[in-house]
């Protein structure tokens, strides 16, 4: 039989399409340094939860309605949740991030949204991809006076920015009485708990989105949680369907969760490095603006030119094209090594 000319070649393989970029992927740098690379371009732990061992079940089987459960109670007392919040596991928070825009109450007529930046670019993306009017702010908003949701990543990345939770409180209220939204991004509030506001989760108008893999160094798990509005959750939910986390994620998600011990120990540790961290970069003439115990905000006045000598000696930082200046770095695993090569880099490099 002869073969259809139009099925003689293969189909070529089409790359997924990526119109924000992101840290932690190495894709393309692998040629400009031949050794292994340091790649300090996200805010995950280097030093990774212990992973327990696995039930067989957890690869074999599909995800059970009890484990989903036994994971959001380990997550609802780790984040201080009230019992009447709603809350939704999450194959990673990004899923959340994509879906926040379409279950918005003015999703049909387009919702005036105020992100406080700069932070997360894929925030705005999302909001104006769904039709939504986005306004950035670099700066806190004089009133709430137009906005319908009010977005702000609480620590910022990547300064480090907090927000008081009597500022939150008052925002929450004002937006929450005319059915608005304020939502809050606490990626990284695992290292400071006390910026959350967690204990006010279920509250209508409040949306909290919480991150697993970036405090417990274990991204590639693919976990995260929404709490708010029971009705908000369950859409979230529906919208993602069943077994939308995998039995690992539920197993290793529920013993990290309720592992405190290892939280507070884990905590200390992650400030002492990052004191460390700050001490050498100011012994080397730089200054550090600021950031969370998981990655640190340094001011570089040539910062594109200098993180492209940092890649020739193996190391990802991440840079800002609206902020020529910053450099954004996450902590080093092995740190030894990585003052190491930097010396290398401010041997032939004016600062």
């Known amino acids: 039989m002869k073969q259809d000319s ?50 067989a079940e957890a690869w074999t089987r599909l995800p059970g309605a009890e484990a989903l459960v036994t994971l959001l109670q380990a997550a609802r007392q780790a984040y201080g949740a009230p019992a009447e919040a709603g809350i939704v596991a999450v194959p990673g928070t990004q899923a959340a991030i994509q879906l926040l825009p379409r279950l918005s109450a003015r999703s049909a007529s387009g919702a005036r949204v105020t992100i406080l930046g700069p932070t997360y670019a894929e925030h705005a993306h999302v909001w104006r991809a769904a039709g939504h009017d986005v306004t950035e702010l670099d700066s806190l908003p004089g009133n709430l006076n137009g906005i319908d949701v009010l977005l702000a990543v609480n620590p910022n990345n990547p300064d480090g920015r907090t927000l008081g939770l009597p500022l939150l409180r008052r925002w929450h209220a ?32 409040l949306v909290i989105l919480r991150s697993f893999g970036k405090f417990f160094g274990l991204a590639g798990l693919r976990l995260g949680f929404v709490l708010g509005p029971p ?5 979230i939910g529906a919208a993602l369907g069943p077994w939308a ?40 003439g730089i200054h550090v603006l600021g ?6 905000l340094a001011k570089i006045s040539a910062a594109a030119g ?27 695993a092995d740190e030894a090594e990585f003052w190491r090569r930097l010396d290398l880099v401010l041997k032939g490099f004016n600062l």
């Open 6 to 55: 139009t099925m003689a070649a293969a189909a070529p393989v089409r790359q997924p399409v990526q119109t924000v970029a992101h840290g932690g992927d190495l894709s393309g740098l692998r040629d400009a340094y031949a050794g292994s690379w340091l790649d300090l371009s996200t805010g995950i732990n280097p030093a990774a939860y212990p992973m327990p061992p696995l039930s």
């Open 174 to 205: 004002e937006l929450s009485a005319r059915g608005g939204w304020l939502v809050l991004d606490e990626a990284f509030a695992d290292v400071v708990p006390e910026a959350s506001l967690g204990m006010d989760a279920g509250k209508p108008g």
């Open 231 to 235: 009705a908000l959750t369950d859409a």
């Open 245 to 284: 986390v995998s039995g690992p994620a539920l197993e290793i998600g529920t013993a990290a969760l309720r592992d405190s011990a290892w939280q507070a120990a884990m905590r200390d540790e992650l400030r002492a490095r990052s004191r460390r961290f700050d001490q050498a970069m100011r012994d080397r």
């Open 291 to 296: 950031g969370t115990p998981l990655f640190r």
């Open 306 to 332: 200098f993180a492209l000598a940092l890649r020739g000696q193996g190391i990802h930082t991440r840079i800002f094209e609206a902020q020529p200046h910053w450099m954004r770095f996450g902590l080093p």
